[in-house]
């Protein structure tokens, strides 16, 4: 069964977008008003290829939890993360968790998460922001049974081998402080 989660959006980022669209054409009007035609053209062209791109890459926007993968949709980006490759999803603080690596795909600094895949030791970042960030968190959880909460915005994954826990899962757990068996 997928489950379609729609993305959260901050009201001030969005009316930033918004104004950061419309000011080519703004300024395009007051230019064409001063007799500047020319300039106020090519900021009408601007401002439609900035529009096209954010058409392009950001609208519509969804989460799906499909049995399979975590499948995010922006625009023309579709991205899947199997199940088997996420190590964590934990909250994102974008000031303190910074990198170049994270690819972003949601419109709110405050309730975003960021999914870790691949690799243990250098996982690439997927930053995404659910409405719902707990639902979103217990759908990825019912369908890998590796993913465990161990707070209260935090999947890890924990594996068992012939009943025990890997030295990774130990390690994961000492290092996120969850001391459950």
Not at 135 to 154: I, Q, Y
Request: net charge positive.
């Amino acid at each position: 069964m997928t489950v379609v989660f729609r993305p959260k959006i901050d009201r001030w980022l969005a009316v930033l977008l918004a104004g950061c669209f419309l000011l080519p054409w703004g300024l395009a009007g007051w230019l064409s008003y001063r007799d500047e035609r020319e300039v106020a053209l090519v900021l009408v062209l601007v401002g439609g290829l900035d529009l096209f791109l954010a058409r392009a890459l950001l609208w519509p926007m969804h989460y799906e939890v499909t049995p399979e993968a975590i499948v995010v949709r922006a625009g023309l980006v579709r991205l899947r993360v199997p199940y088997g490759r996420i190590q964590r999803i934990v909250a994102h603080h974008p000031l303190r968790d910074f990198s170049l690596r994270a690819l972003s795909l949601g419109l709110s600094l405050r309730e975003a998460l960021r999914i870790e895949y691949g690799r243990m030791r250098r996982p690439n970042w997927l930053v995404i922001a659910p409405e719902d960030a707990d639902a979103f968190l217990e759908a990825v959880a019912r369908h890998d049974p590796a993913l465990h909460r161990t707070g209260p915005r935090e999947l890890v994954r924990i594996e068992k081998e012939n009943g025990h826990e890997t030295a990774g899962a130990v390690h994961a757990r000492r290092l996120f402080g969850d001391d459950r068996t």
